[in-house]
């Protein structure tokens, strides 16, 4: 690998770790933070909420599939994984396939998209990613997960990639990581588990430091980025701080307990403040589904409990919410239903 390619392909991340840093003394190393990628989550619709809540440093896509973005026919299926709009921060584009010749297809038409870097998933649990050869199961075909790299460097964009700690159990990193930080990435994220544990036992921070060790003697241009159980920006904070050399925190599943999750100064906030969230994914997910990709209503719903939590009081609202066919059945709910709430002063129980 020239050092010209190498430059280039830390570019983005650089940038990344600078503004990060920014108004920080030098002296104590503030970590990025990114959104985690997330499956029916993570849209130009979730993302722009976030955005206006409280925004990370980075944020990616849902994971689309090289082989449908450079089938014919399946191409127009991952169209609405890969939007994003003029408004938002551009993601970082994740992707996953067990081909090399379609992650080289699939990266060649990430630049013209607008994209700035590119992820290779290799950690997903699920049973039909695996069975198509691809997410974790690369863990088990290093080879392959090698030639895969290999194949999105064919792009000028930086490549990283995101895995687990092992298969079947954590203590493969000792191998497995070494094997993919000797690929000159220029981001390694490490979901500190098993694809064997899925998200069933707590995060294996006990590893942190060896992974940190293995960088630095491996691939010190390597930045890492640490996931797992991290619900909000300071519990990353101290996470960071214990284990001096973390790049990146990721944070996924602590946006669903607190939308506020990345703000740099922890606040309570009011019903009304999470009802207007609410209300801007509402928004959102019209203008998409008008202008860019058929949205189900019903997948909305999950959103629902996200912006409600925490206000016990709120539980009849909540249910009657989920009995909804349409968003402007849930803006008259919301409508009626808040000035009744905020009377009842339960405006202040979010903490
Ligand atoms: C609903 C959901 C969807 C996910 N989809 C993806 C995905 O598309 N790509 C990926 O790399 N990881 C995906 N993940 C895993 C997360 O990115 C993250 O690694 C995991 O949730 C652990 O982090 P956390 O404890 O902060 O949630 C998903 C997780 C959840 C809960």
């Given at each position: 690998?020239?050092?010209?390619?190498?430059?280039?392909?830390?570019?983005?991340?650089?940038?990344?770790?600078?503004?990060?840093?920014?108004?920080?003394?030098?002296?104590?190393?503030?970590?990025?933070?990114?959104?985690?990628p997330?499956?029916?989550?993570?849209?130009?619709?979730?993302?722009?909420?976030?955005?206006?809540?409280?925004?990370?440093?980075?944020?990616?896509?849902?994971f689309t599939?090289a082989?449908?973005?450079?089938?014919?026919?399946?191409?127009?299926?991952?169209?609405?994984?890969?939007?994003?709009?003029?408004?938002?921060?551009?993601?970082v584009a994740q992707i996953w396939g067990s081909?090399p010749?379609?992650i080289?297809?699939a990266v060649?038409?990430?630049?013209?998209?607008?994209?700035?870097a590119v992820d290779l998933n290799m950690g997903c649990?699920?049973?039909?990613?695996?069975?198509?050869?691809g997410g974790?199961?690369l863990?088990?075909?290093?080879?392959?997960a090698c030639d895969i790299i290999s194949a999105a460097k064919?792009?000028?964009l930086?490549v990283s990639v995101k895995t687990?700690?092992?298969?079947?159990?954590?203590?493969?990193?000792?191998?497995?990581?070494?094997?993919i930080?000797?690929q000159?990435v220029a981001v390694l994220t490490?979901?500190?588990?098993?694809?064997?544990?899925?998200?069933?036992?707590?995060?294996?921070?006990?590893?942190?430091?060896?992974?940190?060790?293995?960088?630095?003697?491996?691939?010190?241009?390597?930045?890492?980025?640490?996931?797992?159980?991290?619900?909000?920006?300071?519990?990353?904070?101290?996470?960071?701080?214990?284990?001096?050399?973390?790049?990146?925190?990721?944070?996924?599943?602590?946006?669903?307990?607190?939308?506020?999750?990345?703000?740099?100064?922890?606040?309570?906030?009011?019903?009304?403040?999470?009802?207007?969230?609410?209300?801007?994914?509402?928004?959102?997910?019209?203008?998409?589904?008008?202008?860019?990709?058929?949205?189900?209503?019903?997948?909305?719903?999950?959103?629902?409990?996200?912006?409600?939590?925490?206000?016990?009081?709120?539980?009849?609202?909540?249910?009657?919410?989920?009995?909804?066919?349409?968003?402007?059945?849930?803006?008259?709910?919301?409508?009626?239903?808040?000035?009744?709430?905020?009377?009842?002063?339960?405006?202040?129980?979010?903490?």
């Amino acid at each position: 690998m020239s050092a010209a390619f190498n430059q280039s392909q830390s570019s983005y991340w650089q940038q990344i770790v600078q503004n990060a840093q920014k108004g920080h003394n030098q002296a104590q190393k503030i970590p990025f933070f990114s959104l985690a990628p997330m499956e029916a989550v993570t849209d130009t619709i979730f993302r722009r909420v976030v955005e206006k809540a409280a925004s990370p440093d980075v944020y990616y896509t849902e994971f689309t599939n090289a082989s449908s973005m450079v089938h014919p026919k399946a191409k127009f299926s991952v169209q609405g994984r890969l939007a994003y709009m003029p408004d938002e921060q551009i993601p970082v584009a994740q992707i996953w396939g067990s081909r090399p010749d379609d992650i080289a297809g699939a990266v060649k038409l990430l630049p013209e998209m607008g994209y700035q870097a590119v992820d290779l998933n290799m950690g997903c649990p699920d049973g039909t990613v695996i069975k198509n050869g691809g997410g974790s199961d690369l863990i088990r075909h290093q080879d392959l997960a090698c030639d895969i790299i290999s194949a999105a460097k064919s792009t000028p964009l930086p490549v990283s990639v995101k895995t687990r700690l092992g298969f079947n159990s954590p203590l493969e990193f000792r191998e497995w990581l070494p094997l993919i930080l000797k690929q000159d990435v220029a981001v390694l994220t490490v979901h500190l588990r098993s694809r064997k544990e899925m998200s069933k036992v707590p995060a294996h921070y006990e590893y942190i430091d060896e992974i940190l060790a293995m960088r630095d003697e491996l691939a010190p241009k390597t930045l890492i980025q640490f996931n797992g159980d991290i619900k909000d920006r300071q519990e990353g904070l101290a996470i960071a701080k214990a284990h001096p050399g973390i790049d990146g925190i990721m944070i996924g599943r602590g946006i669903f307990e607190n939308p506020f999750a990345f703000e740099k100064v922890q606040q309570s906030h009011t019903l009304r403040e999470s009802i207007e969230l609410l209300k801007c994914q509402l928004t959102l997910f019209d203008e998409v589904n008008a202008t860019v990709t058929p949205k189900h209503f019903e997948a909305l719903k999950r959103f629902f409990k996200i912006y409600l939590r925490g206000f016990p009081h709120a539980s009849g609202l909540r249910q009657a919410l989920m009995e909804t066919h349409a968003t402007d059945e849930v803006r008259t709910i919301l409508d009626e239903a808040v000035p009744q709430i905020e009377t009842r002063d339960l405006d202040k129980i979010m903490a």
